[in-house]
């Protein structure tokens, strides 16, 4: 769906905070997070790791995309566990029109999105808000019994992308400079740090948000433009640089036998158009070495990012375009395989156990609860995770997945990820392997090690129930309030006499219409469209088009719907103590 408005409208600093005093002193949750699911880290197990030299409280973090472009989402993360947050891809086109649906979780991951959907301008002040809200949060006292007394670091990585001369415009370049210096946008925020937050208005935040990037340059970039990207983010700006990589390295025989047979996806249409136009694995071998001694003689580090998602033919017909990106567990196995051969054809080059390199592998596929610690043991740094946040539970299944990781780690009889590792290493070279990487990549080619990437384990569609959604009433699943990657919706107590034990209505400005809880709501209907959509800013509000309900200060002060359902949303606001925002609409 195209908008007259951007889809994205972010709230303030100031309304952010209030939100998150008012909902925490109301229900003891921040952006609709139950206290339950913070992440507290266990003492007695350090899952701490080093990115690119930075120190990370823990391994695991949003890769780039929906869940690391907003402020509240981030915050949302670093809650839920995160201490590495891969930040959305920005570049020059800020006016992009991506269609609606963007996104299907449906079965495994399919999605048409790329990149920003905010002005640069606006994506530098959500990082800044993000990093803000988290200084402050790591310090206020009543969040202290949920994450403890020391959080942990944390680190932001920049992601830019897609061409040189997008990158070396001088709305990119400025973005790039004012994340390493931040210090007049921090100054800018600070008068919204008020009402019981005030006393950390003047906190000394350190004006670096960000000094590492990973070098988005999706599908089809050349290897000469990766090569002057690399060297011009190095040599322009001092940066540690991380490059993504994609799938279509292994090539598209391997890439075709492993999603289509192996993994019985016989219904995806792997385009072989793709890996003609991209990055041949022979120059890729090249091209690691080749931007590794570049980055060394300079004084930097470089490391590589497995893997960019993989391009297919739309043979769904859910959203609108004639190619999507597929994620998911299928991705998986096939990032994991190119590690392996990648590893084999470059010994003593990647930090991983068993190589002894110096190259730093990010990776992102697939990550979930179940692979977590098989996919840490191999040694990459960090595991960042995006298709497994869309499903039921979204940030929640953050801390389970570290509390998992932690009970695997003492299990084995370590206390840290880094004996984790050792173990892992020690295991494989006792089976004949060499190293903890090519035994798992092994493992994944068996029957056994596959099965839970198989067809047959991610078939299963989304529960569903005979019956229409409506605007008030409905089973009352809380799943688009936890798959919505941008706390679009909230839940409140139904009044008496209204069906259903909870309403759900929708923060407008915060939904851009991705289709999430299209797909896993049971009931037949869009919750984006037909629950009550508010809004705060009454020129978005006359953009718009269908029902709406503008407020202010807690109160409806114009709806497009019946006089019925404006009194309902009125009453509704009134019974959740105030404003739901925590503040006006004016701030």
């Given at each position: 769906?195209?908008?007259?408005?951007?889809?994205?409208?972010?709230?303030?600093?100031?309304?952010?905070?209030?939100?998150?005093?008012?909902?925490?002193?109301?229900?003891?949750?921040?952006?609709?997070?139950?206290?339950?699911?913070?992440?507290?880290?266990?003492?007695?197990?350090?899952?701490?790791?080093?990115?690119?030299?930075?120190?990370?409280?823990?391994?695991?973090?949003?890769?780039?995309?929906?869940?690391?472009?907003?402020?509240?989402?981030?915050?949302?993360?670093?809650?839920?566990?995160?201490?590495?947050?891969?930040?959305?891809?920005?570049?020059?086109?800020?006016?992009?029109?991506?269609?609606?649906?963007?996104?299907d979780m449906e079965t495994i991951g399919y999605n048409i999105e790329w990149s920003q959907e905010l002005e640069v301008e606006q994506s530098l002040t959500e990082y800044v808000k993000a990093w803000m809200i988290i200084e402050i949060l790591k310090r206020w006292e009543p969040l202290r019994e949920f994450v403890g007394p020391n959080p942990g670091p944390h680190v932001f990585d920049m992601s830019v992308g897609y061409d040189l001369a997008g990158i070396c415009s001088s709305k990119v370049e400025h973005f790039i400079r004012s994340m390493m210096d931040a210090s007049a946008e921090i100054e800018r925020l600070r008068e919204e740090v008020d009402g019981m937050f005030a006393s950390y208005a003047e906190l000394p935040f350190s004006p670096v948000i960000s000094d590492t990037l990973t070098l988005s340059t999706f599908?089809?970039?050349?290897?000469?433009?990766?090569?002057?990207?690399?060297?011009?983010?190095?040599?322009?700006?001092?940066?540690?640089?991380?490059?993504?990589?994609?799938?279509?390295?292994?090539?598209?025989?391997?890439?075709?036998?492993?999603?289509?047979?192996?993994?019985?996806?016989?219904?995806?249409?792997?385009?072989?158009?793709?890996?003609?136009?991209?990055?041949?694995?022979?120059?890729?071998?090249?091209?690691?070495?080749?931007?590794?001694?570049?980055?060394?003689?300079?004084?930097?580090?470089?490391?590589?990012?497995?893997?960019?998602?993989?391009?297919?033919?739309?043979?769904?017909?859910?959203?609108?375009?004639?190619?999507?990106?597929?994620?998911?567990?299928?991705?998986?196995?096939?990032?994991?395989?190119?590690?392996?051969?990648?590893?084999?054809?470059?010994?003593?080059?990647?930090?991983?156990?068993?190589?002894?390199?110096?190259?730093?592998?990010?990776?992102?596929?697939?990550?979930?609860?179940?692979?977590?610690?098989?996919?840490?043991?191999?040694?990459?740094?960090?595991?960042?995770?995006?298709?497994?946040?869309?499903?039921?539970?979204?940030?929640?299944?953050?801390?389970?997945?570290?509390?998992?990781?932690?009970?695997?780690?003492?299990?084995?009889?370590?206390?840290?990820?880094?004996?984790?590792?050792?173990?892992?290493?020690?295991?494989?070279?006792?089976?004949?392997?060499?190293?903890?990487?090519?035994?798992?990549?092994?493992?994944?080619?068996?029957?056994?090690?596959?099965?839970?990437?198989?067809?047959?384990?991610?078939?299963?569609?989304?529960?569903?129930?005979?019956?229409?959604?409506?605007?008030?009433?409905?089973?009352?699943?809380?799943?688009?309030?936890?798959?919505?990657?941008?706390?679009?919706?909230?839940?409140?107590?139904?009044?008496?006499?209204?069906?259903?034990?909870?309403?759900?209505?929708?923060?407008?400005?915060?939904?851009?219409?991705?289709?999430?809880?299209?797909?896993?709501?049971?009931?037949?209907?869009?919750?984006?469209?037909?629950?009550?959509?508010?809004?705060?800013?009454?020129?978005?509000?006359?953009?718009?088009?269908?029902?709406?309900?503008?407020?202010?200060?807690?109160?409806?002060?114009?709806?497009?719907?019946?006089?019925?359902?404006?009194?309902?949303?009125?009453?509704?606001?009134?019974?959740?103590?105030?404003?739901?925002?925590?503040?006006?609409?004016?701030?």
């Open positions: 769906m195209s908008h007259v408005s951007p889809p994205l409208t972010p709230m303030s600093l100031g309304t952010l905070l209030g939100r998150i005093g008012h909902e925490w002193e109301s229900r003891k949750k921040i952006f609709d997070m139950p206290n339950a699911r913070i992440w507290q880290a266990d003492d007695s197990v350090d899952l701490s790791f080093e990115f690119l030299g930075r120190r990370c409280a823990t391994p695991i973090g949003p890769a780039a995309g929906p869940h690391s472009q907003l402020a509240e989402n981030i915050v949302l993360a670093w809650l839920g566990g995160s201490r590495l947050f891969e930040l959305k891809t920005v570049q020059v086109r800020d006016d992009l029109e991506i269609g609606r649906p963007c996104i599908h089809g970039c050349p290897p000469e433009e990766i090569d002057a990207i690399t060297r011009h983010l190095i040599d322009a700006h001092d940066l540690d640089v991380i490059v993504k990589l994609n799938p279509t390295l292994l090539g598209y025989e391997a890439v075709a036998d492993i999603v289509n047979r192996r993994l019985g996806y016989a219904d995806v249409r792997v385009k072989e158009a793709a890996f003609a136009d991209d990055l041949q694995f022979a120059r890729g071998i090249e091209l690691i070495g080749e931007l590794r001694s570049y980055a060394a003689q300079r004084g930097r580090r470089f490391g590589i990012k497995l893997t960019n998602t993989l391009v297919v033919e739309n043979h769904k017909g859910f959203m609108p375009d004639e190619t999507m990106y597929l994620s998911g567990p299928p991705l998986h196995v096939v990032s994991m395989e190119l590690l392996d051969k990648l590893a084999a054809a470059l010994p003593h080059t990647f930090d991983l156990p068993g190589h002894d390199g110096d190259i730093m592998v990010s990776f992102s596929a697939g990550i979930g609860k179940e692979n977590l610690a098989d996919s840490l043991g191999v040694g990459i740094n960090p595991a960042t995770v995006c298709s497994d946040l869309l499903k039921p539970g979204g940030y929640g299944r953050l801390a389970p997945m570290l509390r998992s990781l932690t009970k695997t780690i003492a299990n084995a009889g370590g206390s840290s990820l880094a004996d984790l590792r050792s173990i892992r290493q020690q295991a494989a070279n006792a089976a004949g392997h060499p190293s903890a990487c090519a035994s798992y990549a092994e493992s994944l080619r068996s029957v056994e090690g596959a099965a839970s990437y198989h067809l047959d384990a991610n078939e299963k569609l989304p529960r569903a129930v005979d019956n229409d959604l409506e605007m008030f009433g409905c089973v009352a699943c809380n799943l688009c309030v936890t798959v919505c990657p941008n706390d679009a919706f909230f839940n409140i107590a139904s009044l008496e006499g209204m069906k259903g034990r909870q309403q759900y209505l929708v923060l407008a400005e915060l939904c851009n219409e991705c289709g999430n809880c299209l797909t896993f709501c049971p009931e037949r209907g869009d919750p984006a469209i037909i629950k009550p959509r508010l809004f705060t800013d009454p020129d978005l509000f006359a953009q718009r088009e269908g029902q709406g309900f503008l407020i202010d200060g807690g109160f409806v002060v114009e709806a497009r719907s019946t006089d019925a359902a404006a009194e309902f949303v009125g009453e509704l606001l009134a019974s959740r103590v105030g404003n739901p925002l925590g503040r006006g609409a004016d701030s």
